[in-house]
């Protein structure tokens, strides 16, 4: 549980972060540091350098958008889940932020931080995934807007260049429809051994996964049979197809894929009732 | 075999829910630990080890490690064999024809487990200790490895121990009455097989040792989170061959132990030796991943029990068989933890007949030994899910069975089936206490209603009448069990001229709150404050003389021997009073809290009075020694046997397996409650225990030996959230073994705890057929049986 040694850096904003990330070989971003941390502390990671975004107050916020939210990447899970915009506009966002870690977690861990590590295991990669978010990037070359769906490359793998920040999450706003995220988790303070997000859109839903393959997923199948107007128990049954999921002392992936079919029927029934 | 003591005095402590006096320090973060003891010059330790179960070492080569900044040594395990003697000891060869290996503290030619350590680093600080530890290259040959308990048994396995011709360690027996006739006559027969996973010790400071040596003078201190400091030293001293007198052992604050602290460990020992090689002051502290590994695990078993009874389920007769995973080594008390078992597997119940026949088997896995109970929730385990196949065998409520076959209640020492001499017991009370309590009628007939509506949640009710024996004594008995050291405990007054007392204990409390305990007895028996009295314990110079803490023993031994010595010097005490008055010691009693003269309230002297008389030495009985201080070492006549009903109401999500406990009820009988408050806060860590080994933890290992549950987010112990409030209550039936009725708390609700809630799945899932789930019932594990008994519908 000793790290190996590394450099320590304070950013006190986006473009020196960038600027201290070109300097390098191989620095991570240091913003919670809930999940960067205890790979340290295992020496599974080992980075030469970490630049701390943590101070840069800039990228802790949440605001109105028009037809989106607009939440900072460097908000931490506690602001997200009481935050009052994302409440009323996109309620499965606050609601899954709480559901992250413990307390002290979600006190220092940040919706980007947990984006950008890309556990498949995580909550709200899925729900952002879900919800079809577009991620927005800076780095030497400028802005860029990146759809949550093309972030999320492997695992632990994102689109995220070596020398680029992401800065800022936008969601829709809702606009009533129904949502459910189902994270089953035998300890509270357990990952997800299978997680469901589900938001209703005409003519169906959005459903997501988490722990089921390598990145947070899309049920498609489901997503399909829910178009088709297919009841939600059989509509569920289809939310294997695609999968891939992991057999770990958590659970086995034969157990995974029972019981997603048994979150997602859960979560259809929640969200459609909603 | 009763003793009564000299209780003239009012209670004004004893039974009173008193603050616990060790907490203002601890909460405050004043408190010293290990790993908070910092010394000029010192350096740190780091060890290197394997990776392989079992391999065979070709080479080290430590020339990158030791080019590695700050690094100021590297050894290999070859390198220091010649400095650890017979390596580390066993103190529990249980058997005459038992096969014990060496065990060496650092392996030379062959590692037998993952963890196992095999060379070691001392650097300037702990980073670079732990970087020049991984530059340490270390060429290995891997072998086969023994992983599977049944299989590390049979005829042609794999040998850990070359040496040995089989894995087989040793095999004990105890049998009692005509075993063999009852069940080859028995109408019921109920043959179960149980299995015991490893637990890892999770204690919240990890392991740490700190040497400080005085080369000159070949002295040397040494801080370790032990639960043992006074074991430790005299291992030590054995091992490397020191003058035990040049040697002292401090057991600072202790965070935690459950057995696990109950050690003579690889890393004390080659700590110390490096100390006495490089003159430096050398600490180590354990990584918690190292603690998965190279700290002793807990339990192991294979356990096979059968029962058997008449039509009615009036048990007969109990015949165990067990199969115990010793892992790689003996350590201090691997081959003996079993056998503490071995007398309590029929339970609390009346039997005719009683086998029980225990193999200890080597592996290629970490050591096991004492951890929590230590057998003894093991021997609890099985027969109470026995009795509950026993109870679905004849088709009747698991209460009413356990009814009609509790020893009846008895205040004279009774002789159970394993042949026990229990000291006091009365079943049936605690029983129907905590039936009562929980509601037992009502929770019944909602399950019924759950089951008929075929509700996703269904309710389980599981019952654990449980006995335990604690104290570990006495002496005598424990050299038949052929175990190296004996029962007894140490306890000195010290009545200072000032009025203040100190309390020697050679006890060692690494949470227990001692030093509360001790001084609530002391100060009702002479007659002071509470907090006039000190209590000092875990230091080789302060107390020299201790067995320690472990096996619920502190109180029903230590506290024992604490209580003889204030009577030691109440009887000088009153020597000198009668002195003083010129009245005979007839005529003295001790009498609210002063010494005095029988009729004559005014010519009376409080103990702190007698204490300054005895210092100043002005006026004392002719060749009376000056002072009021008493030694008193306590062996025990017997064990004690605490005891309880244990009830455990379960909902499960049918569809997942999810399992939440709704409600827990506990009546314990632990005799005379000195501390109210500590009895119950043992009480709810024990229960939490159990229901963590219950239904969350186990140590998992592939097929290699490689542990899988390396860490807390795969080795699961449950927090508060995973918890219900618990309901706790007691009876009180007085032990007869010691002079202040007390039994021991501290392992009784790790005890009782593992069938009570396994009982509540097995119940809850009958409507599916299902009779048998292993520990620890995850929600996968409920979640198949329930879909194999579908299948076999």
């Not at chain 1, 800076?138 to 695992?155: C, H, N, T, Y």
């Not at chain 2, 933890?337 to 609390?348: K, Q």
């Amino acid at each position: 549980m000793i790290p190996s040694a590394f450099e320590y850096e304070v950013a006190s904003s986006v473009g020196e972060t960038i600027d201290m990330l070109g300097r390098y070989d191989d620095a991570k971003i240091l913003a919670g540091g809930h999940s960067l941390l205890p790979l340290m502390k295992l020496r599974l990671a080992q980075p030469s350098a970490l630049i701390d975004i943590g101070r840069i107050s800039d990228l802790s916020y949440v605001r109105d958008a028009g037809e989106e939210v607009a939440i900072g990447a460097g908000t931490c899970h506690e602001d997200v889940h009481f935050d009052s915009l994302l409440t009323e506009h996109c309620p499965i966002v606050a609601h899954t932020a709480g559901e992250v870690g413990d307390p002290q977690v979600r006190h220092r861990g940040t919706i980007g931080g947990s984006l950008c590590h890309a556990d498949p295991a995580a909550d709200l990669p899925t729900v952002l995934r879900t919800l079809d978010a577009q991620l927005v990037i800076e780095g030497p070359d400028g802005q860029r807007m990146v759809a949550a769906a093309d972030f999320f490359k492997s695992l632990f793998e994102t689109d995220l260049g070596p020398h680029e920040v992401l800065t800022e999450i936008r969601v829709r706003k809702l606009k009533g429809a129904g949502w459910s995220y189902q994270k089953f988790h035998p300890r509270a303070q357990d990952w997800a051994v299978v997680g469901v997000a589900v938001v209703e859109r005409d003519g169906g839903a959005a459903v997501g996964l988490t722990s089921m393959g390598e990145t947070p997923l899309r049920a498609t199948g489901v997503e399909e049979a829910l178009a088709s107007g297919e009841q939600p128990a059989d509509a569920a049954r289809r939310a294997t197809e695609g999968t891939s999921p992991p057999s770990d002392p958590l659970g086995s992936g034969e157990y995974r894929k029972a019981m997603v079919v048994v979150f997602t029927q859960r979560a259809l029934e929640e969200a459609l009732s909603r | 075999m009763a003793q009564t003591a000299q209780r003239t005095q009012a209670q004004k402590y004893v039974g009173g829910g008193v603050l616990r006096k060790e907490d203002p320090e601890l909460v405050t973060g004043q408190a010293t630990y290990t790993d908070d003891i910092t010394l000029p010059g010192m350096l740190w330790v780091m060890f290197v080890r394997s990776p392989f179960a079992h391999a065979k070492i070709n080479s080290i080569d430590l020339a990158a490690a030791k080019r590695k900044p700050g690094v100021v040594a590297a050894f290999s395990g070859t390198e220091l064999a010649a400095d650890f003697g017979d390596g580390l000891p066993c103190a529990w060869p249980v058997t005459e024809d038992i096969k014990m290996p060496r065990h060496p503290p650092l392996a030379t030619d062959v590692v037998r487990y993952a963890g196992e350590p095999v060379a070691v680093v001392i650097a300037e600080s702990r980073g670079q200790a732990k970087d020049a530890s991984e530059a340490v290259e270390v060429d290995y040959d891997a072998l086969d490895a023994v992983v599977d308990l049944e299989q590390a048994s049979a005829d042609g396995a794999t040998l850990v121990h070359d040496e040995f011709d089989s894995n087989n360690s040793y095999t004990w027996t105890l049998a009692t009455g005509e075993v063999d006739k009852i069940f080859s006559e028995a109408p019921v027969i109920v043959k179960e097989r149980y299995l015991q996973p490893r637990l890892i010790p999770n204690a919240i400071e990890p392991r740490g040792v700190v040497v400080q040596p005085v080369p000159a003078q070949d002295e040397y201190t040494m801080w370790s989170a032990t639960q043992v400091p006074h074991v430790l030293k005299t291992m030590l001293a054995l091992v490397l061959g020191f003058h035990e007198s040049k040697l002292r052992v401090i057991a600072p604050e202790v965070g935690g132990g459950f057995g696990s602290k109950l050690q003579v460990y690889n890393e004390e020992v080659v700590v110390l030796a490096l100390a006495k090689r490089t003159g430096r002051s050398l600490k180590w502290v354990e990584e918690r991943s190292e603690n998965y590994l190279a700290t002793h695990h807990g339990r192991g078993q294979i356990q096979d029990i059968e029962l058997a009874a008449e039509e009615d389920g009036k048990l007969l007769a109990v015949r165990a068989k067990i199969t115990a995973d010793m892992g790689a080594y003996m350590r201090l008390v691997t081959p003996g933890i079993p056998l503490l078992g071995g007398f309590l597997y029929s339970g609390v119940y009346d039997a005719k007949a009683y086998s029980f026949e225990c193999t200890g088997v080597f592996t290629n896995l970490p050591p096991t030994d004492a951890y929590r109970g230590a057998g003894r929730p093991e021997a609890t385990y099985a027969i109470e899910r026995a009795m509950d196949a026993l109870a679905r065998r004849v088709n009747k409520d698991p209460a009413q069975v356990r009814r009609l076959n509790f020893i009846a209640p008895f205040d004279e020492p009774f002789e159970s089936a394993a042949g026990l001499q229990i000291d006091s017991g009365n079943y049936s009370v605690s029983l129907d206490k905590a039936l009562e309590t929980i509601g037992y009628d009502k929770l019944r007939a909602e399950q019924e209603q759950r089951r008929q509506s075929t509700d996703r949640m269904q309710i389980g009710i599981g019952i654990s009448t449980y006995i335990e024996m604690c104290g570990l004594a006495p002496s005598q008995v424990l050299a038949s069990l052929r175990y190296a050291a004996g029962g007894w405990e140490a306890a000195t007054i010290r009545c200072h001229p000032t009025g203040k007392v100190t309390v020697v204990t050679g006890t060692s409390p690494h949470g227990q709150g001692h030093e509360t305990s001790w001084s609530q007895i002391v100060a009702d028996e002479l007659g002071v404050s509470f907090d006039d009295v000190e209590v000092l314990h875990g230091d080789t110079a302060v107390s020299p003389l201790g067995m320690d803490s472990y096996g619920s023993r502190s109180l029903s031994v230590g506290g024992v021997a604490v209580h003889y010595a204030a009577q030691k010097v109440l009887a000088k005490a009153k020597k000198i009073t009668a002195h003083e008055f010129e009245a005979s010691e007839e005529d003295i009693e001790f009498r609210d809290g002063k010494m005095q003269v029988k009729g004559a309230p005014d010519k009376a002297k409080s103990v702190p009075e007698i204490a300054f008389s005895a210092w100043t030495a002005h006026n004392l009985p002719e060749g009376m020694e000056p002072g009021l201080e008493e030694n008193y070492v306590f062996d025990p006549p017997n064990f004690t046997f605490p005891s309880g009903a244990h009830v455990c109401a379960v909902e499960i999500d049918t569809e997942s397996g999810q399992t939440y406990v709704r409600e827990y009820v506990a009546v314990d009988d632990c005799g005379t409650v000195i501390n109210p408050i500590i009895v119950e806060g043992q009480v709810h860590g024990g229960i939490a225990q159990g229901i963590a080994e219950a239904q969350y933890e186990e140590a998992v290992f592939d097929e290699n030996g490689t542990l899988l549950t390396s860490n807390m987010g795969y080795y699961r112990i449950p927090s508060a959230a995973e918890l219900p409030s618990f309901t706790t209550d007691r009876t009180t039936t007085p032990s007869t073994t010691n002079p202040l009725g007390v039994k021991g708390v501290g392992e009784a609700g790790t005890i009782a705890a593992p069938p009570a809630f396994i009982n509540s799945v097995i119940d809850a899932l009958a409507p599916f057929g299902v009779t048998h789930i292993d520990k620890p019932a995850t929600p996968e594990r409920i979640w198949t049986a329930i879909n194999d008994a579908k299948g076999d519908e």
